[in-house]
């Protein structure tokens, strides 16, 4: 397994070096193994797919495997994996896993990262079964029940003004010699995502999939995960693929679009307010390539699909809410479909909120 970045080739040998981002030219970095798709029967999803996992992390808390749950509504049979029943109520799970194992193995004593909430739970709690420090930058205005739950799991919090702030704090600290788990560069976080498109498929075949777009790992990890598929034979053909952003932080609908469109607040959807996204490049060019499109949506239309999705069972956080928001701009398209739904983190943590 090595490290390559695909800007100016760039190469060093993964196990016994770490690089957050490119050191020759700043790049995100990939991850490069051999591996094939294959299934096998082990519950553990980081050995089930065969080869195409190059960690097999020594203490998980058997994340992964979410149900899969079918509805027929508006002529539509929508997919929604229930990704926020994973251990730390998030997707995020999935690349904590990996990226924490990884640290560990390479003799790292403390973890910081950067979030808005979701990843910080994540990997407070993963670096706590490895017994690592773990110190969390947040914005002022990340949700008060997910500083409460990172707290709750002995990490250090250091709030910072904005988003951006955390970013550049961390940023600081990251030269000091500390693990920076980096996850909105992180190709662990692809790599754990990757596998939600697996399990998917070992049930249905989506016609359409929809996805929140903050740093893009998700989103990628998706494309990548059926991309795998495809090769392996799985399925015949790609999904399309639908991001999702906020009108308040809109820079992939930007990039692919070529303009920005004016519309409401849209903060209540924190997990997607990333206003640089490091790998905005691989994002527009997938998007371009399945013939994807990117939707924009608001607080309004955030907060009732958030009450719909409550009333339909699914107790998720406005970020998955906006999915749902932008199925309701569309749906007239995609009559007779099956459309996958990544229903990514629990509103557990936003009680106070609802």
Not at 208 to 219: E, H, K, R
Not at 228 to 247: C, D, H, N, S
Not at 269 to 275: C, E, L, N, Q, S
Not at 291 to 318: H, K, M, S, Y
Request: proline fraction near 6%; include cysteine; glycine fraction near 10%.
């Amino acid at each position: 397994m090595k490290w390559k970045c695909n800007h100016c080739g760039f190469e060093a040998d993964a196990f016994s070096e770490y690089h957050w981002r490119c050191p020759r030219c700043g790049g995100p970095l990939d991850l490069v193994y051999d591996g094939k798709l294959e299934k096998t029967s082990s519950k553990n999803i980081w050995e089930k797919y065969g080869g195409t996992i190059p960690l097999k992390p020594e203490k998980t808390r058997r994340e992964g495997n979410t149900p899969l749950v079918e509805e027929k509504i508006d002529g539509m049979t929508l997919l929604f994996k229930l990704e926020y029943l994973n251990p730390g109520g998030s997707f995020k799970d999935r690349g904590s896993t990996l990226a924490i194992y990884y640290a560990y193995k390479l003799g790292f004593k403390n973890v910081i990262e950067d979030t808005s909430g979701n990843t910080g739970i994540s990997v407070a709690l993963y670096s706590r079964l490895y017994n690592l420090k773990t110190r969390i930058y947040m914005p002022k205005t990340a949700p008060p029940g997910k500083k409460k739950v990172i707290k709750a799991l002995d990490a250090e919090i250091i709030e910072a003004p904005t988003r951006g702030d955390a970013t550049e704090m961390v940023l600081k600290e990251a030269l000091t010699g500390a693990y920076y788990v980096a996850h909105t560069w992180s190709y662990f976080y692809i790599m754990g995502a990757s596998t939600i498109a697996w399990e998917v498929l070992e049930e249905d075949v989506p016609d359409y999939v929809i996805s929140p777009i903050g740093s893009g790992g998700l989103f990628l990890g998706l494309v990548k995960g059926f991309e795998k598929a495809l090769e392996a034979g799985w399925i015949t053909k790609m999904p399309r693929f639908i991001g999702v952003q906020g009108y308040s932080t809109q820079p992939v609908y930007k990039a692919f679009k070529g303009v920005t469109q004016p519309g409401e607040d849209s903060s209540l959807a924190d997990g997607i307010m990333v206003p640089n996204p490091p790998r905005l490049n691989e994002i527009v060019n997938a998007l371009h390539k399945y013939q994807g499109d990117v939707i924009l949506v608001g607080n309004t239309e955030i907060l009732r699909a958030w009450r719909e999705l409550w009333e339909l069972g699914f107790l998720v956080e406005p970020t998955s809410a906006s999915i749902y928001a932008a199925l309701e701009k569309i749906k007239n398209q995609l009559s007779g479909k099956k459309v996958l739904l990544v229903l990514t983190g629990s509103g557990l943590k936003n009680i106070p909120d609802i």
